[in-house]
């Protein structure tokens, strides 16, 4: 079993639709939770950090679910933008590096 | 400010060529790290740097060899490459708060 679970999608939306992925984690030392967006050919780049309580950037709600051990990333009112594979990414508290990569969700929003 | 650079863009290589991929970040970050990017996986990490004068394997490191020659440059060396070692490799810098910024990649082909 991979450490850190994605849907590998794609997902297909319309433009200002809701969209919602999921992501699961298998070991119990993870700390921190980051969700990266990476284009089509680009590197990732970070979109957001994921705290206990949840969180909130513009359109995207990022949720932790210890007692799961799951993260999801919300985009509401999707834009042809968002168009992307969005990684999941988890940092291990193990002492050490220990940083995890998921094998991300793509997204394609159409008009 | 440039960020994370990487050279070169694409490389073609014949099985048992060797090439150093550069890479230098001007952000002043003490951690860098080199990951590959195979379709489905994830990125992986062959190895890491915590600072200067200090490199660590990672999950893949078979087949690699690096050089943290400053605090700016960290480069990998494949001595003699696989088919197997085809992939986008991706160069990293971390700040304080674990966010990791990346290189443009270098496509790698091993004939």
């Known amino acids: 079993r991979k450490e850190v679970e994605q849907d590998p999608g794609p997902f297909n939306v319309p433009e200002g639709a809701t969209v919602a992925f999921n992501c699961t984690y298998s070991?119990?030392?993870?700390?921190?939770f980051f969700w990266y967006r990476q284009d089509c050919r680009k590197e990732p780049k970070l979109l957001m950090s994921?705290?206990?309580s949840g969180n909130e950037d513009g359109r995207f709600t990022a949720q932790l679910n210890r007692a799961s051990q799951y993260i999801s990333l919300l985009i509401r009112d999707s834009k042809l933008s968002d168009s992307a594979t969005y990684l999941c990414?988890?940092?291990?508290?193990?002492?050490?590096?220990?940083?995890?990569f998921g094998a991300g969700t793509r997204l394609f929003v159409k008009a | 400010n440039a960020g994370v650079t990487q050279t070169p863009k694409f490389q073609v290589l014949k099985t048992g060529q060797s090439m150093t991929l550069q890479c230098a970040q001007d952000?002043?970050?003490?951690?860098m790290y080199w990951y590959r990017q195979d379709p489905g996986m994830g990125l992986r990490l062959i190895y890491y740097?915590?600072?200067?004068?200090?490199?660590d394997k990672g999950e893949v490191p078979n087949g690699y060899n690096v050089s943290r020659l400053n605090k700016r440059e960290f480069s990998l060396r494949l001595e003699s490459a696989a088919p197997s070692q085809t992939s986008v490799y991706f160069c990293?810098?971390?700040?304080?708060?674990?966010?990791?910024?990346f290189g443009p990649g270098t496509r790698l082909t091993v004939t």
């Open positions: 990293a810098s971390r700040d304080s708060s674990y966010e990791q910024y």
């Open positions: 070991n119990s030392a993870s700390q921190s």
């Open positions: 994921v705290y206990s």
């Open positions: 990414v988890v940092r291990l508290n193990t002492g050490g590096f220990k940083t995890i």
């Open positions: 952000m002043n970050h003490n951690s």
């Open positions: 740097s915590a600072s200067e004068g200090t490199t």
